[in-house]
């Protein structure tokens, strides 16, 4: 039979599972980036291959500036390596480089800069743009352009589109405005592509690549495209576009080549490793004694890509491997993969099939975990979860296909998990109760320990004896005043976060965190076996943590300003138990032994120490460095409170340099309260000895003899005495 809140669990479970599936319909950028970040994964498990094809990059490297100086160089030199390149047998040669401004190193640029000279004889100057532009004519040479903010600037466009069915000016990136040319080099490039790698894209991976982009009216091939059909000698790009949809590319055919592509024309770029056998440095092309035989033969029949990987130069790319490459190796790259036929695509149906399997399998866990078990459920997601895996793996590594296995988990879980929690809020609740009770503030131990031993908490009053711990932070108003609020929350979480992980991992209960200050204790909800040794260590924990955080300066005050803290711990009997409203209650502590331990942690200004335990905790500690620190008189007590100083564990207790300086403490504190003039000497000498001890105990005994009519009077056995009953 069907309950009702199996009912409403299916409603909600199948309320959720449609969210997320309208949420993968929306597809907003952070399921993108994912998506994008899986495919990564991907092409680093198995990347592309390094062929040696013929495709090189002509690298103005480290080596070329040293050469030939700082670029831009002069045009001529570029003319220069042109003709080389053509003298070896480039099938094409493209300049990943902008030619927008005349060359300024031209003589006559130069000399018109410089001086007022007849003009006739600047024109019988040589001319680098000149130059320049006459060692392209005829030449397989292939110029770049990038795009622009300003003016309404548009480049020539050497070759001819056809297309089937409707225009597809409305697919790929729009182009408003590009950087001139210089109009010689421009009508006299054999072709002409824009060299912008991701126009308009956010992400810092370079993941595709736009093979054209639009003005609306014409369509301006990339850089690669223009090197391929340049090298081919064809003259017009082909455009399949999708038969039942306007403004969607499916294909470009270049000659004898034809490239899948995504509707907006864009090139899924697979990468393979960057390797130095793609580069060839312009230094050796330009050698004086010529080029090495080597690099002829690398060039021979190549398609050339002329570009730097000078860091100086600011053009570096990140790949999908995680690589910084130079930008001229991924165009570089682009004709690798089309001559290679190696090529990464995404289906038009990629994004209905995750869409449709999102909502199938969701609503399938959603039924699963309300009336099977969640056990079976997730045994059927992990199932699923593989499966998605392992076939949008298998469809990447045999057929080039990119499908997100990521969407559809991720939702799968989400789903999953919140049936599981709906189920667990209607059968589980009373133990969910006592978790959400006490999650927050107990140890995981402590917590199992509540939840599997019958009768073990008792919610309402219990008075029982407790070890109480009040931590707070020294001149945190000081502190406070020279930080913004914002500074103050991030100093308070980071410090109260590492000094509370002691109180948890000593088997504490976190009461609260009071401002600047933190109330904890031992031995409740359930007995805590040497509650008053564990709070002891766990402020022992604290001493070291906030010596470390200020040696490594996490706060950020500077290595000259330290962090100050203050622990008072007592043991007595308080009432313990859930208090508040019905609706709304903590578990705290309230009592005489609340109050003592909150009076004692004040005292450590006093004493000038950071731990300071009470009479009745000191008798329940069987191994640990104590020394008497005298006795108040409490606020609101009718008689002293004797105290104790906590230097160290059971380790220093034992040493011989914390005996030696503990003999000599019993002799001044009975020097102190018989008011003897020697025990001036004695407070120096025990100055002397307290650095080989523990850091602070100098200062401890520097304040000793300030305090000595306070602490040591007369009497104090009989305070003693009266405490003990």
């Not at 059909?229 to 004898?256: F, H, M, W």
């Not at 959400?436 to 402590?446: K, M």
Request: net charge negative; glycine share 8%.
């Amino acid at each position: 039979m069907v309950t009702r809140a199996q009912q409403v669990g299916v409603v909600i479970g199948l309320a959720i599972v449609a969210a997320l599936t309208v949420l993968r319909y929306s597809d907003p950028p952070l399921l993108k980036l994912a998506r994008d970040l899986t495919f990564d994964q991907y092409q680093r498990l198995s990347p592309r291959k390094f062929e040696n094809m013929p495709v090189r990059v002509v690298d103005i490297d480290e080596a070329s500036l040293q050469q030939f100086g700082q670029w831009p160089w002069p045009r001529n030199r570029l003319a220069m390596l042109v003709d080389r390149l053509s003298d070896m047998g480039a099938s094409a040669i493209a300049f990943d480089v902008l030619f927008s401004e005349p060359d300024r190193l031209s003589p006559s640029n130069v000399v018109r800069e410089v001086t007022n000279i007849d003009p006739s004889l600047i024109e019988k100057l040589p001319d680098n743009d000149k130059i320049f532009a006459q060692a392209l004519e005829n030449q397989p040479v292939i110029i770049g352009f990038g795009l622009s903010n300003e003016g309404d600037y548009l480049p020539p466009v050497k070759a001819g589109f056809a297309y089937t069915g409707e225009s597809p000016f409305g697919a790929p990136p729009a182009i408003k405005s590009a950087t001139p040319l210089r109009p010689q080099l421009a009508a006299n490039a054999a072709g002409i592509g824009h060299i912008s790698l991701d126009p308009g894209a956010s992400a810092a991976v370079t993941r595709s690549i736009p093979l054209f982009l639009s003005d609306g009216k014409q369509l301006y091939p990339s850089l690669a495209l223009e090197a391929l059909r340049v090298a081919q000698g064809a003259s017009t790009y082909v455009l399949d576009d999708a038969p039942d949809a306007q403004n969607r590319i499916t294909r470009v055919k270049i000659g004898e080549f034809v490239i899948p592509v995504t509707a907006a024309g864009e090139l899924w770029l697979y990468v393979s490793p960057d390797t130095r056998e793609r580069y060839i440095s312009v230094s050796k092309v330009l050698a004086p004694e010529g080029a090495p035989s080597d690099v002829g033969a690398a060039i021979q029949g190549s398609i050339v890509f002329v570009g730097s990987s000078a860091s100086a130069l600011h053009d570096i790319r990140t790949t999908a491997l995680g690589e910084t490459v130079p930008g001229v190796s991924i165009h570089a790259q682009i004709i690798e993969q089309i001559l290679s036929g190696h090529f990464l695509s995404r289906p038009d149906w990629a994004d209905g099939l995750e869409i449709f399997s999102i909502a199938v399998l969701g609503s399938f866990l959603v039924i699963m975990t309300t009336f099977v078990t969640p056990v079976v459920a997730l045994v059927c997601g992990l199932l699923i979860t593989a499966f998605a895996i392992l076939a949008s793996l298998a469809a990447f590594l045999y057929g080039g296909l990119l499908f997100d296995p990521l969407a559809p988990i991720v939702a799968g879980s989400i789903t999953h998990f919140a049936a599981t929690a709906f189920r667990f809020l209607v059968t589980d609740r009373e133990r969910r109760d006592v978790r959400r009770a006490f999650g927050h503030y107990l140890s995981p131990s402590l917590l199992y320990r509540i939840e599997h031993t019958r009768n073990a908490l008792r919610l309402g009053g219990d008075e029982r004896e407790l070890t109480v711990m009040f931590v707070d932070v020294r001149n945190f108003t000081q502190i406070s005043e020279q930080m913004t609020p914002t500074e103050v929350v991030t100093f308070l979480n980071t410090l109260l976060d590492a000094l509370s992980h002691h109180v948890i991992a000593n088997e504490g209960t976190l009461d609260k965190f009071i401002g600047d200050s933190i109330m904890a204790f031992w031995n409740a909800p359930i007995d805590v076996p040497e509650h008053a040794a564990k709070a002891v260590h766990a402020a022992l924990g604290m001493r070291e943590t906030l010596a470390g955080l200020n040696e490594r300066d996490a706060f950020g005050f500077g290595p000259d300003r330290k962090v100050g803290i203050g622990i008072g711990i007592h043991t007595g009997l308080a009432c313990v138990g859930n208090m508040g409203a019905e609706t709304r209650f903590n578990y705290s502590a309230v009592g005489d032994a609340v109050n003592i331990a909150s009076r004692i942690e004040s005292t450590c200004k006093d004493i000038s120490f950071d731990i300071l335990v009470s009479q009745p905790t000191a008798r329940l500690l069987k191994e640990c460095a104590l020394l008497e620190a005298g006795a108040l008189m409490l606020k609101g007590k009718s008689r002293k409170t004797k105290l104790f100083a906590v230097v160290g564990d059971g380790t220093l207790a034992k040493s011989a340099e914390f005996l030696d300086l503990q003999s000599l403490h019993l002799k001044l504190i009975d020097a102190l309260r018989k008011h003897s003039t020697g025990s001036r000497k004695l407070i120096t000498a025990a100055k002397q000895k307290a650095p080989l001890v523990a850091a602070g105990l100098s200062e401890f005994y520097g304040r000793i003899s300030r305090r000595s009519e306070h602490f040591w009077e007369e009497g104090l056995e009989k305070a003693d005495h009266e405490s003990r009953h």
